[in-house]
C-alpha cells in the first residue's frame, strides 16, 4: 500500500512539472507578434592611406546592415528583415580620407532584437584614365553592433589602415 502510495504521489508530481513545462511551449508554438524597430546608423570611416593614390581618386565606402534577432521561434520563423545599405564618397586629400555613409532602417521583427550584423566595404577608384580603375578594396563582413532605442540613432566608428 505504502509502494502504491508514493508511486501515485511521483506520477502527480512529474504531471504537474510536465503541464508548467508545456505553457512556455504553447506560447512559442503560437508565434510573437513583429513589433517595429527603426532608427539610424551613422558611420564613419577615419582611413591612413598606406600609400599614396593618384590624383582624383575617389574613395567609396558602402555599409550594410541587417538584423540580429534572439529567441526565434524554429517552428515558426519570421519573415526575413530586408538590409540596409548606404553608400559614402570622399576625395582624397593627402594620406587621410574620412568617408561618413548614414543607414536608415525600419523593420518589423519577432522574437526579440539582439542588435545588428554590419558589413562594409572601402574601395579606392582611381579616374586618371577613361575608364575608372580599382585600385583597392578593404571588406569587412559580419561585425556585430547594438541596436539603437527604437526611433533613436547610433554612431559607429572605425579606423583603418587602406
Do not use: K
Not at 148 to 161: D, M, Q, W, Y
Amino acid at each position: 500500500m505504502r509502494r502504491a502510495c508514493i508511486t501515485q504521489s511521483l506520477l502527480v508530481a512529474l504531471l504537474a512539472s510536465a503541464a508548467a513545462g508545456a505553457a512556455p511551449a504553447a506560447n512559442l508554438r503560437a508565434g510573437a507578434a513583429p513589433v517595429a524597430f527603426s532608427g539610424v546608423y551613422s558611420l564613419t570611416f577615419h582611413l591612413t592611406l598606406a600609400s599614396q593614390l593618384p590624383a582624383g581618386s575617389t574613395i567609396t565606402c558602402r555599409a550594410q546592415i541587417a538584423p540580429w534577432q534572439s529567441g526565434l521561434d524554429l517552428l515558426h520563423p519570421p519573415a526575413p528583415a530586408t538590409p540596409v545599405i548606404a553608400t559614402g564618397r570622399v576625395a582624397v586629400t593627402g594620406s587621410t580620407a574620412t568617408c561618413a555613409a548614414e543607414i536608415p532602417f525600419a523593420w518589423m521583427l519577432t522574437g526579440g532584437a539582439g542588435g545588428v550584423t554590419l558589413s562594409y566595404e572601402i574601395e579606392a577608384v582611381s579616374s586618371a584614365g577613361t575608364v575608372p580603375l580599382l585600385l583597392r578594396r578593404s571588406p569587412q563582413e559580419r561585425l556585430s553592433a547594438a541596436l539603437p532605442p527604437e526611433g533613436g540613432s547610433a554612431s559607429l566608428s572605425f579606423n583603418l589602415i587602406f
